[in-house]
């Protein structure tokens, strides 16, 4: 195997094992594929899932190469691929499940439709940041829930990565947007993003009294589940509507039923399984980074950096808790 025809990739073997730097074959981009030379790429908490083998949902069995999202620069195109130049910055949420080889290594090879241009005012390693909580967020609030300017939106658990997306998204939408968080840090975090900012240890009757008249938010998005899911059914007004990124358990549908409020979730996953609606996260991902770069979207980086080669301190970091903000490995430059 050439030079050129190699890259690194970090592969985890086995149930929480490490990581190891393989030297693998680069991936030749296939028709509809584009081929994306990895710059950064950001860990979420499904990532820690996978490698414990805890996410059968996510059908991505080990050994394999982890990682859903990536910002890199386009290396080579594949037949029929059009809208992206070699050169090109880009961003998406490609792969790491599936089965469908993730961002941490040096290239990628992806379904076109899965990417878009990367937001010209941030780095590589912002824009690593963003692409599945911000269609997490987007899919709820714009999709399911079709926020508008006006309305009363509240985030529940608002300062965490998905949360702090949808924050952003239905303020540039134009909502008056709540958010409860835990922390001052936190509480004050969401203070300067523009949200009226709740003490998530409150009453959930206290706030809706506080800052509805008891008559409840329009829009609820929960980014918890379990009990904070339960909140949101409580904390919504009638004829509202509550959205879930993390619906699963077993709730009761009384406190919703009785306001004849609607529920719906979001399964970001999907298109990345079924391989059905993939170029909607591209239309989204457009749309995010003209809100990054005409409204100032940012996304909250954790403060520590890591490379490739402290993959597996990048990991413990997400674990423990420690440190605000959306943990990013940088992967590139390759040459």
Sequence with gaps: ????????????????????????????????????????????????????EQAAHARHPLPAVLGLDLAGEVEAVGAGVEGFAVGQGVYGLVGGVGGLQGAQAQYAAVDARLLARRPTTLTPRDAAALPLVAITAWEGLVDRARVSAGQSVLVQGGAGG?????????????????????????????????????????????????HTGGAGFEIVYDTGGGALLDASFQAVRRFGHVVSCLGWGVHALAPLSFKQATYSGVFTLHPLLSGEGRGHFGEILAAIADLVDRDGLKPRLHPDRFGLDALAEAYDALAGGKGKGKVVVDVGPTR
Excluded at 24 to 47: F, H, I, K, M
Excluded at 183 to 199: K, N, P, S, T
């Design 162 to 210: 998905v949360g702090h997306m949808a924050v952003q998204i239905a303020l540039a939408k134009g909502a008056k947007v709540y958010a409860t968080a835990l922390g001052q840090e936190d509480l004050a975090y969401l203070r300067e993003l523009g949200a009226v900012a709740i003490d998530g240890t409150q009453a959930v009757a206290d706030y809706v009294e506080e």
């Design 1 to 52: 195997m050439s030079l050129a025809q190699a890259m690194t990739a970090a592969v985890v073997e086995t149930r929480d094992g490490p990581f190891r730097l393989l030297e693998v074959v680069r991936p030749t981009p296939g028709p509809g594929q584009v081929l994306v030379r990895v710059e950064a790429s950001g860990l979420n908490p499904l990532d820690l899932k996978i490698r414990a």
